[in-house]
């Protein structure tokens, strides 16, 4: 297990790296930083001085890792929009996209799980067709067009809730849902499918056999086994989330970091651009060693597998 | 030629079984007729609905559908803000959607093919690397790349076409690694390699034609999450400039009228949803038809 920690450690440790790489790279393709900083008509020495001085002329590699030391204690650089440390905004703006990304999960998880064990359990009922029916729709829906449906029936035609910010439980609910609902979809069709295969394993036949109450076979032996591969897929969707994020935020006017990257991309902030793309990444990464961890806990034969 | 035939008999089997499969399946029966009946329709349009998507009539601005009250048939969907036909502004944004989508597909599983098949055959540090840079990317939020290239790039069709294809190279390179590392231990690659057949000829003709099915059932699913990222970046202002219309754009400025003229945001997001929709169909039997094993889940 020990053994396998590590190398999940040194993984998540390149792709970091993989990832400031690239981060790094988007301010050499946007073209002359320089240029963005000074006003357009400053002259070619004021323009010479400043690459002097901010270490432009230096080869790439001097460059990137004078990038990568001070990204790693959190300095980004300044926004060129706002005049303020980059870390600072993305800080300021992350606990309202974390928010929305786990509201959007558990309204996810806690609709999709019953509904997908449901389905199962009465396989070829009309609970199992229509909830089926609605994961396929809820599949095809683009979530920010679901945003503008559920504004347009729950704001402007009937009222009930805000159509915009972010606040009290209220502007959650939308917000949450349009973001939630494709993943809500996505995990009804796989907790359907392998509670499936699961309840058609002998261990469950055995269970039963022993005279085991319906709800006990269900929620103890098949459901703890068909988590496994539903808490792996959740934890691949963060990113997802953290992506789709991006769009929502800006149908809600939501004040997160998603909605923070748009207007930087165009106010041709770079900075801020590359801060921020650079932190959910690595969020996301993180996110993806904590599920594999939370998985080796699940699932002690992975290890096991791992270190054969 | 016999080695050659021998090769090939698994995999054309397994294409007839799978169309044989497909016929069978009421879900892929109904989304590949709902799809060609959309993609005859992008196609053909002009023919019988020769309406300019972006000729202007201010004077007819907001007219609601034709089925509406102060609706006419000379717009059976109504117009946007400027006068312009929602008809044939959905229309023409299928066009535009079908060609992102497919053609992104097409780039990124040419990329993953070549990169697949180059890590699953050869092995060893080329394998390591490609599998490394598959594995940053794979950390990286799809719609965050996309975005950040094309603020760098600049939007247009074509660049669309090449970041959405880029960004999405690394599931086909795994799934085509994960085949080829199957393939290699099958008797008739073995055989082949006995024989000194040579590794181009040996990828050629006994493994690429059978790592095709489930990259085509792949395909079939990316397509759909491209359309909607494609939208989605429309929807941003990063998808292809106007005034070419397109299905995002649409739902962005129609958003801008919403407690006024209902269909300018409902209208063009129920255009993605039935594009959506038929593909996944599509995908779903096509899915079951070429793994027997989901066939009753």
Known sequence: MGRYILKRLWHTVYVVVGISVIAFFFIHLSGDPVMLMLPADASHQEIEELRQQLGFNDPLYVQYWRFASKALQGDFGESLYYHVPAMELILERLPASLELALAAMAVA????????????????????????????????????????????????????????????????????LALGMSLMAMFARLTRSVMLEVLGQDYVRTAR???????????????????????????????????????????????????????AIFNRDYPLVQATVLVLAVLFVLVNLLVDLLYVYLDPQISYLEEK | MTSRVA???????????????????????????????????????????????????????????????????????????????????????????????????????ALGIVLGLVSG???????????????????????????????????????????????????????????????????????????GTRNRTIIRRHILPNILSPLLVLGTVRVANIIIWESGLSFLGMGVPPPQPTWGRMLAEGRMYISDAWWLVTLPGLAIMLTILAINLLGDGLRDALDPRLRNV
């Open chain 2, 121 to 195: 055959y050869y092995g060893g540090r080329t394998d390591s690397i490609v599998m490394r840079v598959a594995d940053v990317f794979m950390a990286y939020p799809f719609m965050l790349l996309t975005i950040s290239i094309i603020a760098v790039l600049g939007n247009s069709i074509f660049n669309l076409i090449l970041v959405l294809g880029i960004s999405d190279w690394v599931t086909y390179a795994r799934t085509v690694r994960g085949s080829v590392l199957a393939l290699k231990e099958k008797e008739f690659v073995k055989a082949a390699h006995s024989l």
């Open chain 1, 209 to 263: 056999a022993k005279g085991l109450k319906e709800r006990l076979v269900i929620g103890k032996h098949a459901l703890k086994n068909a988590l496994i591969p539903l808490v792996t897929v959740a934890g691949m969707q963060f990113g997802f989330l953290i992506g789709g994020t991006v769009i929502i935020e800006t149908v809600f006017a939501w004040p997160g970091v998603g909605r923070l990257v748009v207007q």
């Open chain 1, 109 to 176: 998880l806690l609709v999709a799980v019953p509904l997908g064990i449901l389905s199962a359990v009465k396989r070829g009922s009309f609970i199992d067709l229509g909830s089926m029916l609605g994961a396929l729709f809820g599949l095809s829906m683009p979530h920010f067009w679901l945003g503008i449906m559920l504004i347009l029936l729950f704001s402007v035609k009937l009222g009930w809730l805000p159509t915009s910010g972010r606040g009290g439980w209220e502007h959650l609910i939308m917000p949450s």
């Open chain 2, 7 to 109: 090769a090939l008999a698994p995999a054309l089997r397994l294409w007839a079984e799978t169309l044989a499969e497909l016929r069978r399946s009421r879900s892929a029966v109904v989304g590949g007729v709902m799809l060609l009946l959309i993609v005859g329709i992008s196609l053909t349009f002009p023919l019988y609905y020769p309406v300019d998507p972006l000729a202007q009539d201010l004077m007819a601005r907001l007219t609601p559908p034709a089925w509406q009250a102060g609706g006419s048939l000379a717009h059976p969907l109504g117009t946007d803000n400027l006068g312009r036909d929602v008809l044939a502004r959905i229309l023409y944004g299928s066009r535009v959607s079908l060609l992102v989508g497919f053609s992104s597909v097409l780039v990124a599983e």
